[in-house]
């Protein structure tokens, strides 16, 4: 306990002991509370040990006893193996007594036989060799075939006995083993049978289909083919069946003679070998059309029979109900009629079934058990479906001319805003005259002008107040003069339509405005000028050959002159109250004259030379040469192709950087791609190179490759080809070529087999037969097989890819997706060719993330959502839910943060050996990583530098992210999560 001490209220007062601390008990309670909490520590140690203890314990047992049931399980499962094991050899033992005894049966049944077996052999051999030999003696007397010589004894006892010879010989082969080899030479009747049906089976199988094809595209009767007059709904049965029994003649016929004329088989062959396959596909083909026919007549008066209900409906409605009430099927007159007006009203013919029609009709009364009562009462549930089918129509109707509405407006904004950018104000009257015109032309009314954000422009134009339109049309000329000469002069401001407020505005753009004479001030700029300009290019004064590049330039360097002079003026007079120039500024104007001559230097700036004396040319004005034929070409190729070819269309400078391109070769100038585009897709760029080196009388260059298709495309689908044309727009550019010309078919057919046809299949295998294996490539019955029955296929590993187009899983399942397969489908030969041409598109036009079905478009391609995309999308996301997806993911985010760190850490050295790609994405992702934290928050950088991992990937494949919309990419993001 410390020392106390008092003293001064001590001795004034006395002394208090309430006022001195006792610091004993506060010290005993501490220590008492400290004890305590070691205590209760303690015993939750002592706790927690136990229990772990105990915990211990538990687990032991528990896995003692798992280790006991697993060893007799153990037990157990060896028992019965070995148990069943015993058992499988006692079985093998009795099995092989059994054995035992039946050969030693057989061996005394072969004992018997023995001596007899060699002399039946040759017998029945000497038998069967003198009556093949009489056969063949007869056969070179009358000089006919095997076939035809054996209808002369029956060619069905001769396979009768062939048959029986096979059977003896195999008998015998089982029971003389050591004279197989004889048997089988003296028994081979019937398997040369069998090898000459295999080879008449397999050639039937591989010609028949494309035998029939080929005569239905090529043979006429009549001047039509059997494709031409299947399209005709009148055809009937018969004259298609005309076709089928014209090729059954020829094709049997191919068999019976070869093309020297001499016999291949009898005609008993035939009979018995060939006609019946060929009578089989016949039959198949005869109720195909059958089929046909009956579907084309069918359809035919289900279409006929609609439009006599739908003129029924309009003339006199009542009639159809009075003919339901006579009729013993009442409701199926009413059902049909109701149908046909659907089918009117979906497809609204001559624009006829509109509201106000609908209206009539359910406003129509009848009869109905003596009361009368309107149509739309009686039988609303039926017009419901109608009434639904045509809002569905009109939202439809509305949309379209909605859009139609926006691409006019455009249209003639689009040329308003042309010519007002170029000065020429345009007045309120022209604008109430373009919505005149698009209201009487294209039906665009006031509500639409008012509610679209494209016709603001034009209420805003004719609103506009005439004194608005008069300055702006002021400040329009003042412009294009202004760029045209710089300056402004008196006689320009006279005008009396001209607003004073555009005049005082403008006469500071005069020399009078700045104190000076304008006429003799202009005479002196223009005389030192020009000679300044031959004093820079070196031309002599009786050079005469040379002033014309001074006459060219001088309104140039006057207008640069100008607009250095009114800048010199601003700068260095001071105006009074009312902007007027103070004091005499006429010398002024000759000093900023000589400054800007000794300004002028001819080795750079706006006056640099090329050359001295006559061959001296002033850069600028080749500049202004080049700039105007840029503007030609910009504004006049498109309406006139012919100018390509013309020599005064481009400059010299221009034509000589073509010809440089092509004398030594390199990439092509800008200015062909200029043209290129101007021309609008529709010359390409070899096209445009000899157009111009053909103005200027050289060689053109001659096509090669890939190019050589620009030559068989029409004009007017050249647009979409470019230098590389890709397959995509080979392949419509091509198709619809040969659709005006009237040969698609043909055409797309080669197209498809050139492009998309592997050369390792086709020149080894049947295409449409090929299958890709785990050991090679095979072949199978790809017509008889489904398309469910080769996803099982390649489920299981079987097969990779079928046909020699390489149809994949994914190709049939997009396919599927699309609609234009089911599982049922047969993969014929025209099947496997729509997918083929379909994937040649797909794989050039659209890229596919993993395991999604539907592509996205590429560059150039349609933005459109796909049918039904939504309800797919949603699923998509089910599936992408999974426990594998989350760590695909999961494992995504990861590398992203990885390479996300090494960007914003990591320096890259300038020699780094990093693929370009490689840089963009890493100084993308630096960017984001090292932004203000201020402005992202890290999870929000994070997910920047995904989307630029994301936007790489895409670009890589030819895609522009920004120029996605953003279902597009969303659609690409779905293969990243």
Known sequence: MRNLS??????????????????????????????????????????????????LKDNSRKEAQQREINFNLQ?????????????????????????????????????????????????????????????????????????????????????????????????????????????????????????????????????????????????????????????????????????????????????????RGKRRFGSDFIANEVRGEIDKFSGDQRKIIKTNVEQSRGAEAFKNEGKSYRLLWKEKPTQIFNTANLAPDRAGIINTAFTHLESGFKENLNGQYTETYLQQLKAQKILVDGKEVTLGEKFWKRFDPIQKVLDKRLVADDRANTEKAKLDMRRYAGIIQQQEEKGYAKSPALYKKIMEDLAQQDHITMYDFERLPEGKIFIDGANRSEEDYSVEKWDGFAKLTLEQKGRFTMNELSSQAMPYSIKKRLFFKTAEGRGLDGAEFDKEVTKLLTQSMKSLSGLKSND???????????????????????????????????????????????????????????????????????????????????????????????????????????????????????????????????????????????????????????????????????????PDFKKAMNNFPTKAKTFNALKNTAAKEGNEFEVMDSIVESMMMDKEIASKNNPDKAVRTPTGIKEINLEATTVDGVFNLMQSGQVFSISGFNITKEDLRREISKGNLTGNTFLTKANLRDIAKQKMFDESAKMYAPNIDDGIPGVGQSFTLPFNYTTKLK???????????????????????????????????????????????????????????????????????????????????????????????????????
């Open 6 to 55: 008092f003293s001064g209220y001590a001795q004034r007062k006395g002394f208090d002991p309430n006022q001195v601390p006792d610091e004993t008990w506060k010290l005993q309670d501490e220590t008492e509370r400290s004890l305590r909490g070691m205590r209760e520590v303690r015993d939750q140690n002592r706790q927690n040990r136990n229990e772990v203890l105990q915990t």
């Open 75 to 259: 037990q157990e499962f060896r028992e019965a193996y070995h148990d069943a094991h015993m058992q499988h050899f006692k079985t093998n033992i009795l099995d092989k007594d059994v054995k035992i005894q039946e050969a030693k049966l057989q061996y005394e049944r072969f004992e018997k036989l023995k001596d007899l077996a060699p002399k039946a052999i040759q017998a029945f051999a000497k038998f069967n060799q003198d009556r093949f030999q009489k056969i063949l003696e007869k056969k070179s007397s009358l000089n006919i075939d095997l076939s035809e010589m054996l209808d002369t004894e029956t060619y069905s006892r001769f396979k009768d006995l062939t048959m029986q010879g096979f059977t003896v010989g195999e008998i015998l082969k089982q029971k003389m083993p050591e004279l197989k080899e004889q048997i089988r030479k003296e028994f081979s009747a019937y398997e040369l049978r069998a090898v000459q049906k295999d080879v008449v089976d397999s050639h039937l199988f591989n010609t028949m289909r494309k035998d029939w094809s080929q005569f239905s595209e090529t043979h006429k009767i009549n001047g039509l083919s059997f494709n031409e007059i299947i399209k005709d709904p009148n055809a009937d049965e018969a004259t298609l069946t005309a076709y089928l029994d014209e090729w059954r003649k020829q094709y049997e016929n191919s068999f019976a003679f070869d093309e």
């Open 544 to 714: 005469q050959i040379g002033t014309t590049q001074i006459d060219g330039m001088l309104p140039h360097a006057k207008k640069h002159f100008y607009n250095y002079f009114f800048d010199y003026m601003d700068k260095n007079v001071a105006l009074d109250a009312n902007g007027n120039p103070k004091g005499d500024t006429s010398g002024l104007g000759s000093l900023a004259l000589q400054d800007y001559i000794k300004s002028m230097d001819e080795t750079k700036g706006f006056y640099q030379v090329d050359g001295v004396g006559v061959q001296a040319t002033f850069r600028k004005l080749d500049d202004l040469h080049e700039a105007a034929a840029n503007i030609r070409v910009r504004d006049q190729l498109s309406s006139d192709l012919a100018l390509i070819s013309d020599k005064d269309f481009l400059t010299e400078k221009m034509d000589q950087e073509i010809i440089n391109a092509v004398n030594n070769g390199g990439a092509l100038p800008e200015i062909v791609y200029k043209l290129y585009e101007a021309s609008n897709g529709v010359l390409d760029p070899i096209e445009i190179v000899n157009g111009r080196l053909r103005a200027n009388g050289i060689k053109e260059i001659e096509y090669k490759g890939a190019q050589i298709l620009h030559k068989h495309v029409h």
């Open 875 to 977: 699923k998509k996301l089910k599936r992408g839910t999974g426990v594998g997806q989350q760590n695909r993911s999961k494992d995504f985010d990861k590398t992203v943060m990885k390479l996300a760190n090494f960007a914003a850490d990591t320096q890259i050295a300038a020699d780094t050996a990093i693929p370009l790609a490689g840089k963009f994405l890493v100084d993308r992702i630096r960017d984001v990583i090292t932004a203000d934290n201020t402005n992202l928050g890290r999870k929000q950088r994070f997910e920047k530098a995904k989307e630029t991992v994301v936007s790489a990937s895409a670009a890589s494949k030819g895609l522009m992210w920004d120029d996605m919309t953003p279902e597009s990419q969303n659609f690409f993001m779905m293969g990243f999560e």
